[in-house]
């Protein structure tokens, strides 16, 4: 038994070892997930495999993410595609797997891992739910009671609104650097996770919208409707008016992150109800990479609230690992080492320490990390066309 890397004159039988495992039908993962599994887009290097007898038997993808957050940029590891043949399972696969990418995203200085699964499954390997994002319902009525004027939308055809798309995204301040070219023909979602066909791209020369499936939704816990609306003039929200009459759908659902400022109170303007959700579920790979990476951000929120003077060394427990970084602030400048460099030290669990750095519900906080808490959350946001 050994774990390796996918090799490219076995990729019938990797697409085979996904299919089969997750009771999918040929060529579902390069239709859904272009920009990991397509031609030409494909890493080799991000699958990760167990050989068993001569045959894969298991796989954890682990995708490299360049994140933009608030004018930072650093790549974070998504996982995705963890799967064992049935006639393979409870033989700890998953968990060698697992570890195993771990170990890779330490090596790599990579800081912070994402996923999208069972809390309690990925628990048991550091992973938490955490982050921040609003789900906003917005109906007809709240619309018009907004007095926001919609837009003339069309619907184009997919590639041709590639470069509107790529151009009014990057209006868009917390989110995952794209590859364009990577999404040529994608037609949809994956319906098994994110939503039902169709999905359709609305432009105009204010940016664009692109929703997914028919019809209203439901209620404000449903899939979004509107997978994406970005615009370099700030227009979102009569962009989503525009589509709504343009579409004759009546409600629809948005998800914006919570730190997205600019672009959460304009749609704000809209929307008729609102309510907090987690962004996905994280592990903390590395934290003092994770905090220096925001240091600048750290910084100003630290002059914002007038905290001049303190430090702090975080612990974060995972078995009999510990991960630690001291977080200084000298005339509200904050700064970030790697060692266990202050008096003042506290150590929590791994994942109680991924909801104090990325937001989430917390318990009694130490009292020494109030003036932290202050500085936090870090805001991470992916789209839902950079799922893996």
Not at 338 to 366: C, F, Q, T
Request: net charge neutral; aromatic share 10%; hydrophobic share 40%.
């Amino acid at each position: 038994m050994i774990i390796r890397n996918v090799r490219e004159e076995e990729w019938g039988e990797f697409m085979r070892l996904l299919e089969v495992s997750y009771g999918f039908p040929s060529g579902f993962f390069p239709r859904y997930y272009p920009y990991l599994y397509g031609e030409g887009c494909r890493d080799y290097s991000s699958f990760y495999v167990v050989e068993d007898g001569g045959r894969l038997v298991s796989h954890v993808g682990l995708f490299k993410m360049n994140v933009v957050s608030l004018g930072v940029r650093l790549t974070i590891g998504g996982i995705g595609g963890v799967a064992t043949l049935p006639s393979e399972r409870g033989r700890g696969y998953m968990s060698m797997l697992l570890n195993h990418v771990i170990g890779v995203m330490r090596r790599s200085g990579i800081p912070l891992s994402v996923l999208w699964g069972d809390r309690q499954r990925y628990g048991a390997f550091g992973w938490e739910v955490a982050g921040q994002k609003y789900s906003l319902y917005v109906t007809e009525r709240s619309v018009g009671r907004s007095g926001v004027k919609p837009l003339e939308l069309v619907m184009a055809q997919w590639d041709d609104a590639l470069p509107t798309m790529a151009m009014h995204y990057e209006s868009i301040p917390i989110r995952v650097e794209r590859n364009w070219e990577c999404y040529r023909g994608f037609q949809s979602l994956d319906p098994a996770a994110l939503g039902n066909p169709p999905m359709r791209v609305w432009i105009s020369e204010h940016g664009y919208l692109i929703s997914q499936g028919e019809g209203d939704v439901k209620d404000p816990l449903g899939r979004p409707n509107v997978v994406e609306v970005a615009s370099l003039k700030g227009l979102e929200a009569e962009l989503v008016s525009g589509f709504m009459r343009a579409s004759g759908v009546r409600r629809v659902i948005i998800h914006v992150n919570a730190h997205d400022e600019g672009r959460l109170s304009r749609l704000l303007r809209i929307a008729s109800y609102y309510m907090e959700l987690p962004e996905g579920v994280f592990r903390i790979i590395n934290l003092s990479l994770l905090l220096k990476a925001f240091t600048r951000l750290l910084s100003d929120r630290a002059q914002g609230v007038g905290l001049r003077d303190y430090e702090v060394t975080l612990g974060l427990r995972f078995n009999d690992y510990v991960d630690r970084a001291t977080l200084f602030v000298r005339g509200g400048v904050v700064d970030v080492s790697p060692n266990e460099a202050s008096g003042n030290y506290v150590e929590v669990d791994e994942r109680d320490g991924v909801r104090l750095i990325l937001g989430g519900p917390m318990g009694p906080v130490p009292k020494p990390l109030k003036p932290l808490m202050a500085l936090l959350p870090i805001p991470i946001h992916v789209p839902l066309l950079n799922y893996v």
